[in-house]
Each structure stands twice: as structure tokens, then as C-alpha cells.
């Protein structure tokens, strides 16, 4: 398998040192905007050696047709998007173009209804992706979009438990918490600011089988969630997340909710950026040394926070992803968690990735093996419910820590 992987940020970074200590690929592209970010991810892989499978590249992930030359100038059979949902779009067409697979871990954007934001769906997480599935399946490409850790490894935990666990499901929740703390910051996002901005202050979808999907407010319907491995309870609040999009197509149940575990004080951080405007994507024109320049509100709380990918030496704590689902197993009722959990020690130890970004990392590199090896094949536009959860998390332990299951 060659491999062209768009993004050098802390996930694909992470994705790279991941993958190096895998070994059913021969050639794996590292490319980015700014091409010192790539080629510094290619040179910390294999010590002072390095792996000369690794190559870096520059490229414009908004440039169609130079992805598509970069794809066919390395003979790249996948392209792995590592980049923020802004670039979705061109990497999924650029990708069908030069007759590649793809895969990400965020889907194309949603936009709100113009009129019932809180009630009605208006363009969904993923809608410009399935509106181009004939020609991917025509095409007899594979599209795996959604395989990060939520969604990702999340999905492949509902698609476990319809097909292991359960007769019939009343509910899948997925719900996300964390005890981590950063040294010496007041607020430090341990993901892209820019992403948790998007999916947090979005109407939040669900999904009821006797109505469809249909949207609610930001942070509604909070409940105590007790997560796992010491972590203990966090209330959680819904968030747009494209599980609710994905899972129903897919997996049989009557209710899909996602909730995240963000705390009162995020929130309220969020709430404010919003009330200021400074969520906005488009451009305002600000004063730049006597010069007008165009600038996006949420570009610039981007670039006044940390890196996330340049915290994890000042990250402490675990963070927790994972899948509960309500149902019935043999005519009598069953609930239970299906999680992962990762210390920011370990990874750091480990890999020298925090956290969050590693645990993202892992489950693109585990799904490029899993197709290199023909155990997951396709084609169309897919989710990771749409293909066998086993052979998935048979591998998870080894990458890192285990998955695990939890009876309610």
C-alpha cells in the first residue's frame, strides 16, 4: 500500500509515528501546507536513521488538482485527510479524481437551517460526501469517512454491539469525557479549537427512528455520565457529532444521541466567543500595521491559544471515548459502555503525542491495515458501522491500550 496523508499537525503526526511501527505499507507521503511541519514529522520517525518509507511533500489542501498530481507522482493508492473539515471537500474530490481511496476523520460541514436552527436539520455533517456516492461506488473506490476516535472507534462500538450484544437496541449514546488538566493555562483545548468551536456551537442532531434526524439546542439536555479508569462523573451536554449522522444508516436503533463532557467553564467560553461573534468564519477587516487585512474571527482565537499538539508534556490525566448503548439480549434488558481509555503519560512516553491526538491517530492507521489486508473492502462513500467491527478491534490492543466493556 502507498500512502499520501494530507495534514502535519498533531494528528498526523501522530498518525505517522503510529504507523511506522506497522508494516504493511511501502510508501507513506507526509505532506502539509508548510512543508518544514512535514518533513519534521518524517524526521523524528526511526531515530537518526529515519524510515525511508516516509517521504515529506508540500501541498495546498484546498488545490484539487495538486493533490491529484501529488497522488499520482507517488502512486499513492489512499489518501488519509488529516486536516481540518474546512478541506474535507477538495481532498474527497481530489482523491476520486486520482482514482484513490480516502479516508477522514471529520465529515464535509453542516450548515443550520436558515429558519428553525433548533428544530430542523439543514445541510448535515456528511451530506456533500453521500450526495457523490454513485460515483464512488461507480468508480469501485472505497470512501471510509468518520474514522477517528468519535467518530471512528465509537462507530465500530455500536456496529459490536448490534451485531454481538444485543437483539434490539433502544439507544446508542456516545459519550465522550476526560480528567485532563493543563500546566500553566487557564484554557487550553487539548483539539483543534477550530473544530471544537464548529461542533460545539452547531445545533446538535439526534436521531429518533419515529421522526428521523432533527436538531436542538447547543449544550441541551445535560446529564452525569460516570466514566471509567478513575475519571468518575462529568456532566455532558449535546454536540453536533457526525455519529448521529452515520450509525442510523447502518445499525438498527430507535434513539442516537452524542454527548461530550465539556465542563460548565468551557461552555461558558464557548458561549461568549459566540455572544462576541468570534466564532465566525467569515472574513472581517481589521486594521494591520495601517493596512486593511481580511481575517476570520475564529482563525484568530485559533492562533492566540496553544497548539494542543505542543501541550502533552504539560498534560496530565485520561481521557475516555466511548459507546453506550440500551437495549434487549434474550428477552431481558442489557445496557452497557464499550470505552477506551488513554493516559496522557503513556502516550507521551510512548509515542511523544498527547493524549487526544493519539488516541484520534490510531484508528485511520488500524483501518489502512486492515485494508491493505483486504479484511475491510468497499466501495462507495461509508462509514465504519457499515463494515465488520472484529477484525477491527482485534487489533486494537495492538497498537495500545485495550478496548474494554462495561455491563451498566
Known amino acids: 500500500m502507498r500512502i499520501?496523508?494530507?495534514?502535519?499537525?498533531?494528528?498526523?503526526?501522530?498518525?505517522?509515528?503510529?504507523?511506522?511501527?506497522?508494516g504493511f505499507f511501502d510508501h507513506f507521503v507526509v505532506s502539509d501546507y508548510v512543508l518544514s511541519r512535514a518533513q519534521a514529522a518524517v524526521d523524528a520517525l526511526g531515530g537518526g536513521a529515519g524510515d525511508p518509507r516516509f517521504v515529506a511533500a508540500r501541498v495546498d489542501a484546498s488545490d484539487e488538482r495538486a493533490v491529484a498530481a501529488l497522488l499520482a507522482e507517488h502512486r499513492c493508492d489512499v489518501l488519509l485527510n488529516a486536516?481540518?473539515?474546512?478541506?474535507?471537500?477538495?481532498?474527497?474530490?481530489?482523491?476520486?479524481?486520482?482514482?484513490?481511496?480516502?479516508?477522514?476523520?471529520?465529515?464535509?460541514?453542516?450548515?443550520?437551517?436558515?429558519?428553525?436552527?433548533y428544530e430542523e436539520c439543514g445541510v448535515k455533517l456528511g451530506d456533500g460526501q453521500f450526495e457523490l456516492a454513485g460515483e464512488w461506488e461507480a468508480a469501485g473506490l472505497l470512501a471510509l469517512c468518520g474514522?477517528?476516535?468519535?467518530?471512528?472507534?465509537?462507530?465500530?462500538?455500536?456496529?459490536?454491539?448490534?451485531?454481538?450484544?444485543?437483539?434490539?437496541?433502544?439507544?446508542?449514546?456516545?459519550r465522550d469525557g476526560a480528567d485532563l488538566t493543563v500546566d500553566g493555562y487557564d484554557f487550553a483545548p487539548s483539539f483543534s479549537i477550530w473544530t471544537t468551536i464548529e461542533e460545539c456551537l452547531n445545533p446538535p442532531v439526534?436521531?429518533?427512528?419515529?421522526?428521523?434526524?432533527?436538531?436542538?439546542?447547543?449544550?441541551?439536555?445535560?446529564?452525569?455520565?460516570?466514566?471509567?479508569?478513575?475519571?468518575?462523573?462529568?456532566?455532558?451536554?449535546?454536540?453536533?457529532?457526525?455519529?448521529?449522522?452515520?450509525?442510523?444508516?447502518?445499525?438498527?436503533?430507535?434513539?442516537?444521541?452524542?454527548?461530550?463532557?465539556?465542563?460548565e467553564?468551557?461552555?461558558?467560553?464557548?458561549?461568549?466567543?459566540?455572544?462576541?461573534?468570534?466564532?465566525?468564519?467569515?472574513?472581517?477587516t481589521v486594521d494591520a500595521g495601517g493596512r486593511p487585512a481580511a481575517v476570520s474571527p475564529r482563525d484568530v482565537v485559533a492562533a492566540c491559544l496553544p497548539d494542543p499538539a505542543t501541550l502533552g508534556d504539560r498534560m496530565h490525566g485520561r481521557t475516555c471515548a466511548g459507546t453506550w448503548v440500551r437495549g434487549t439480549k434474550d428477552g431481558r434488558p442489557r445496557?452497557?459502555?464499550?470505552?477506551?481509555?488513554?493516559?496522557?503519560?503513556?502516550?507521551?512516553?510512548?509515542?511523544?503525542?498527547?493524549?487526544?491526538?493519539?488516541?484520534t491517530a490510531i484508528n485511520p492507521v488500524i483501518a489502512l491495515e486492515l485494508i491493505a489486508a483486504g479484511q475491510w473492502a468497499g466501495a462507495g462513500v461509508l462509514g465504519p458501522?457499515?463494515?465488520?467491527?472484529?477484525?477491527?478491534?482485534?487489533?486494537?490492543?495492538?497498537?495500545?491500550?485495550?478496548?474494554?466493556?462495561?455491563?451498566q
Open 206 to 263: 439526534i436521531y429518533q427512528a419515529d421522526r428521523g434526524w432533527y436538531t436542538t439546542a447547543p449544550f441541551s439536555e445535560p446529564e452525569v455520565f460516570d466514566f471509567p479508569a478513575g475519571i468518575g462523573p462529568v456532566e455532558c451536554v449535546n454536540v453536533e457529532h457526525e455519529e448521529v449522522l452515520l450509525v442510523p444508516r447502518w445499525v438498527q436503533a430507535d434513539r442516537v444521541t452524542f454527548k461530550y463532557g465539556l465542563g
Open 335 to 359: 445496557e452497557v459502555y464499550l470505552y477506551h481509555v488513554v493516559d496522557n503519560d503513556w502516550s507521551m512516553r510512548e509515542y511523544g503525542s498527547q493524549a487526544v491526538v493519539w488516541q
Open 385 to 407: 458501522e457499515a463494515l465488520p467491527p472484529k477484525p477491527f478491534l482485534d487489533l486494537v490492543g495492538a497498537y495500545g491500550p485495550p478496548w474494554e466493556l462495561r455491563e
Open 83 to 117: 486536516t481540518d473539515p474546512r478541506f474535507v471537500m477538495p481532498l474527497f474530490r481530489a482523491a476520486l479524481a486520482g482514482r484513490a481511496g480516502y479516508l477522514d476523520m471529520a465529515m464535509s460541514l453542516s450548515r443550520p437551517h436558515p429558519e428553525r436552527p
Open 265 to 284: 467553564e468551557f461552555i461558558q467560553v464557548l458561549r461568549t466567543l459566540h455572544q462576541l461573534g468570534l466564532d465566525r468564519t467569515d472574513p472581517v
Open 147 to 174: 474514522i477517528g476516535v468519535e467518530p471512528g472507534l465509537s462507530d465500530v462500538f455500536a456496529r459490536y454491539a448490534a451485531d454481538e450484544l444485543f437483539d434490539r437496541i433502544e439507544e446508542i449514546g456516545v
Open 4 to 22: 499520501l496523508m494530507i495534514g502535519a499537525g498533531g494528528v498526523g503526526t501522530a498518525a505517522a509515528r503510529i504507523a511506522a511501527r506497522r
